[in-house]
T-cell receptor, first 115, second 113 residues
């Protein structure tokens, strides 16, 4: 049972570099989201998707892009990394129940350091 | 601004004691309140969740108490064990939001043997 898989687990970037954080889920969940976790701030929503081809911004979207071409994958792109993007990034997925929230399943996280 | 405020930031409890973590929310449209447990190096995992049609929900040693008028909810861990040592996050969302969660700041719980 793979669940939500994130790669890489660790990454160091130089300021201005770009990279893509990968997220894949094998549960056929419609909803996928990206959060960043910073000390003392909990997890904050970056971007969100309700299905293939549909994305929306969360609380802290600046500096990040997403796309969702398949149900399984939801990559997060940093176009020009900044030190303020040093964080632990979590991808999550959940299924559509019709009208009630369902459990969000989280990946193991990607620890990103921008120097 | 933090729409969900959590306290305390850290908590140390003796084995067998009761751990209590509190959260307060601002948005009255929130109607789903989960608690997540996170171990070091892992992603958060759902522990227990409550909807505002009930004031309390219990699952084993874990209980959520919910006070809609005060816009507060809390997690009680009875008979706390060293294995409960983790970071706990409260969260809130609107049922129609598709599980878009607003998290509290987190509480680092340490249960001493």
């Amino acid at each position: 049972n793979a669940g939500v898989t994130q790669t890489p687990k660790f990454q160091v970037l130089k300021t201005g570099q770009s990279m893509t954080l990968q997220c894949a889920q094998d549960m056929n969940h419609e909803y996928m989201s990206w959060y960043r976790q910073d000390p003392g701030m909990g997890l904050r929503l970056i971007h969100y998707s309700v299905g293939a081809g549909i994305t929306d911004q969360g609380e802290v979207p600046n500096g990040y892009n997403v796309s969702r071409s398949t149900t399984e994958d939801f990559p997060l792109r940093l176009l020009s990394a900044a030190p303020s993007q040093t964080s632990v990034y979590f991808c999550a997925s959940s299924y559509f129940s019709g009208h009630l929230n369902t459990e969000a399943f989280f990946g193991q996280g990607t620890r990103l350091t921008v120097v | 601004q933090q729409q969900v405020k959590q306290s305390p930031q850290s908590l140390i409890v003796q084995k067998g004691g009761i751990s209590i973590i509190n959260c307060a929310y601002e948005n009255t449209a929130f109607d789903y309140f989960p608690w997540y447990q996170q171990f070091p190096g892992k992603g958060p995992a759902l522990l227990i969740a409550i909807r505002p049609d009930v004031s309390e929900k219990k699952e084993g040693r874990f209980t959520i108490s919910f006070n809609k008028s005060a816009k507060q909810f809390s997690l009680h861990i009875m008979d706390s064990q060293p294995g409960d040592s983790a970071t706990y996050f409260c969260a809130a969302s609107k049922e129609t939001s598709g599980s878009r969660l607003t998290f509290g700041e987190g509480t680092q719980l340490t249960v001493n043997p």
